[in-house]
């Protein structure tokens, strides 16, 4: 019996409140519907938390069989909290604040199946509170059925190497530079130039997947002056870290 464990679970609770809360901002009232993605492909966003979802379900029904409960719980703990939460919900707020209307309509959708799919496979291991964010949730997505009890356990799709790949460089390209913005101690809301040296062409081909991220500056397609493309080496003042054969320099603005 560990109280710190008791605590780090209600932490977790409150994570998805949070989550599911801001959800439901975003979302109620929107449109959101399955329909509204006719005739448009998700984002490689969307696409990347969809294809992880899967990943996710797939451990939690490889460990159920294996009769491992702690291991399927802390699968399920590791997406909501590190994937859906911490990286997915922060590109979100920027593509619904930057994206066109069909666009959104995709990422609000995503939202909610992503979180629905979530509540069922976490009800079995916490009911109450995944009942409670599940009937806020069913009629935005058309669901029928008075509880979430009688709903299927999710099952495992397809998987996106490719949207996961380029998302997973994405990630490693934001935290390189917050690396930077560390060493610099600069602020958040402090506009950085970032600049790439090296690399092949399909990080080249990376630098333009349309996405608006935690640091939306730094892949912002629409600001040409947040990335460019650096093949010389760059001015003595610069900061650099590396991902891979690639490395991106922030050029703080003064």
């Given at each position: 019996f560990d109280i710190g464990r008791i605590a780090g679970n209600r932490n977790f609770c409150n994570k998805l409140w949070n989550a599911a809360r801001f959800v439901l901002l975003?979302?109620?009232?929107q449109d959101a519907a399955p329909g509204a993605q006719a005739g448009?492909?998700?984002?490689?966003?969307?696409?990347?938390?969809v294809s992880r979802l899967h990943r996710a379900v797939a451990e939690v029904e490889s460990q159920l069989s294996a009769y491992r409960l702690d291991l399927a719980?802390?699968?399920l703990y590791e997406f909501t909290w590190n994937e859906y939460c911490d990286w997915y919900l922060e590109f979100a707020k920027a593509m619904l604040q930057d994206g066109d209307a069909a666009g959104r309509a995709v990422t609000r959708h995503t939202l909610l199946s992503v979180l629905e799919t979530t509540l069922r496979a976490l009800h079995p291991i916490m009911p109450f509170i995944t009942e409670e964010i599940w009937q806020r949730v069913?009629?935005?997505?058309g669901l029928e059925g008075e509880t979430i009890?009688?709903?299927?356990?999710?099952?495992?799709g397809a998987i996106d190497v490719a949207a996961e790949r380029d998302v997973d460089w994405i990630k490693e390209v934001i935290q390189g530079v917050?690396?930077?913005r560390a060493e610099l101690n600069l602020s958040p809301a402090q506009m950085l130039d970032a600049l790439?040296?090296?690399g092949d062409q399909s990080d080249r081909e990376r630098r333009h997947v349309g996405v608006?991220?935690?640091?939306?500056?730094?892949?912002?397609?629409r600001r040409p002056d947040a990335v460019r493309a650096e093949h010389e080496p760059g001015p003595p003042e610069v900061r650099r870290t590396r991902v891979g054969d690639v490395r991106p320099l922030a050029v703080e603005h003064l």
């Open positions: 975003q979302t109620e009232g448009r492909r998700p984002d490689v966003i969307d696409r990347w938390i719980a802390q699968a069913r009629p935005l997505l009890m009688l709903r299927p356990f999710p099952v495992a917050r690396r930077i790439f040296q090296g608006a991220g935690p640091e939306p500056w730094l892949v912002d397609p």
